[in-house]
């Protein structure tokens, strides 16, 4: 129990993770080795009610807070972090376009995406820079009454499922920085945009990829949030993200810690169960510590967003410091298991998907500045 979690928070959960272990853990390798997403297993999900539960009703959800979205998301992950990134995508571009879009184009989109119809991808990113996110250069010029995009992002997960992607683009100068950037819902289908898909390394579900942008046509009431504050407006939706992703790689790193506590009190070395050597049983209780210390600033991040109160600065912690520290823990997990947490298996899929999240969203140098500039002030902390 902890203070966060009422009696239906934690019922939605075990909710969760019945489906998840009976429908979402049986082809969590299969699907790593195909690099496929399952979009039956999506639509399941959306049908069972855990696609972006937070979304008011009017937009398909549920209306149930992020805390909702929060255990759901554990669970899943729990049982693949790769297809987690289904609830992942959906929370994060579902809250931009629900905020942020004109209400004729989000109610569509957003109901395919709580049902399971719709993937949408977060397009940032771009061959010259991640961090120095607000130094973009795809192009966005309008035209009449449509916006042409030309350009390229990079590194974009789910780039080549997506059915569309919310699209950081430059419509001021590039000396106007942030203010210069807009952001635009594109469907994937409009004529301009091809994609390709990388070899990853992990979360090869979901997969990550380029998309080109030549001569993109969007019509303007795509546009989200104003002209030249997309930046400033539609990101404050990754601290949502930010927070959702701690819970998802502590939840990997909960499990791998819940085999690892089996294995080591049945196997034996020199006479004794490996549990029984400190050299052994430390490190994963000192990881248990710190799992159930992360995941607490997670929920308490939650729990803050769900009450209008600011978290930017608790959901960098949570972006930086859970997947650290699940990598780690996942790490010493594989380790305890000998060579066999060497083979092709759960474990070092596990290390390889975690792995990711000390990237993708931001690294944990972006996120540490976040935190300084929030403590210190934005003055004292330039970019
Ligand atoms: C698994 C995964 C999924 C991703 N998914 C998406 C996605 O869906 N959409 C999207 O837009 N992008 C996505 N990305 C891209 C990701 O957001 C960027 O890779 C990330 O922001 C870092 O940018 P970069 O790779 O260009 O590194 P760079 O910005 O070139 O940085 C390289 C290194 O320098 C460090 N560094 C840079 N600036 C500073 C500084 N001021 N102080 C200290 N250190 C600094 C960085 O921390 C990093 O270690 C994903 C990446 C991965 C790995």
Redesign the pocket.
């Known amino acids: 129990m902890n203070p966060y979690l009422d009696e239906d928070l934690v019922a939605l959960g075990e909710h969760a993770r019945r489906f998840a272990q009976g429908r979402v853990a049986p082809g969590f390798e299969a699907r790593d080795s195909t690099r496929t997403l399952d979009r039956d297993l999506m639509l399941e999900m959306g049908q069972m009610g855990f696609i972006a539960p937070e979304l008011p009703e009017a937009y398909g959800g549920q209306g149930l807070g992020c805390l909702a979205a929060g255990v759901i998301h554990e669970e899943i992950a729990r049982a693949d972090l790769s297809l987690s990134y289904i609830n992942l995508?959906a929370s994060l571009n579902g809250q931009i376009l629900a905020h942020h879009a004109a209400p004729d184009i989000a109610r569509p989109w957003l109901e395919r995406l709580t049902q399971g119809r719709a993937l949408l991808?977060?397009?940032?990113?771009e061959p010259?820079?991640?961090?120095?996110?607000a130094n973009l250069r795809l192009r966005m010029e309008r035209v009449g009454d449509h916006y042409v995009l030309n350009g390229e992002?990079?590194?974009?997960?789910?780039?080549d499922q997506a059915d569309a992607a919310v699209v950081?683009a430059r419509t001021g100068t590039v000396e106007s920085g942030a203010r210069g950037v807009s952001a635009v819902l594109v469907p994937m289908d409009v004529p301009g945009i091809t994609r390709n898909r990388f070899d990853?390394h992990?979360?090869r579900a979901i997969g990550?990829g380029s998309i080109f942008f030549e001569n993109v046509r969007v019509p303007v009431d795509h546009l989200l949030g104003e002209e030249g504050q997309g930046f400033v407006q539609v990101m404050q939706g990754f601290d949502f993200s930010r927070a959702l992703i701690g819970l998802q790689v502590l939840a990997v790193a909960k499990v791998s810690l819940e085999e690892t506590w089996e294995y080591v009190a049945q196997r034996e070395a020199f006479g004794k169960p490996l549990s029984a050597f400190q050299g052994v049983s430390h490190p994963l209780a000192d990881y248990e510590t710190q799992v159930e210390a992360a995941r607490l600033l997670c929920l308490q991040t939650l729990w803050l967003k769900d009450r209008g109160l600011p978290h930017t600065a608790e959901a960098a912690m949570c972006k930086w410091w859970g997947p650290k520290l699940a990598y780690d823990v996942v790490h010493q997990c594989l380790l305890s298991f000998g060579h066999g947490g060497y083979d092709r298996g759960p474990m070092e899929q596990r290390l390889r998907d975690v792995l990711?999240?000390?990237?993708?969203?931001?690294?944990?140098?972006?996120m540490k500045?976040i935190i300084a500039r929030t403590r210190a002030g934005r003055g004292a902390v330039p970019?």
Do not use: N, P, V, W
């Open positions: 995508l991808a977060i397009a940032l990113t010259r820079g991640g961090s120095d996110a992002k990079t590194s974009i997960s789910a780039a950081f990853c992990g979360q990550r990711g999240f000390q990237i993708g969203d931001g690294t944990a140098q972006i500045t970019a």
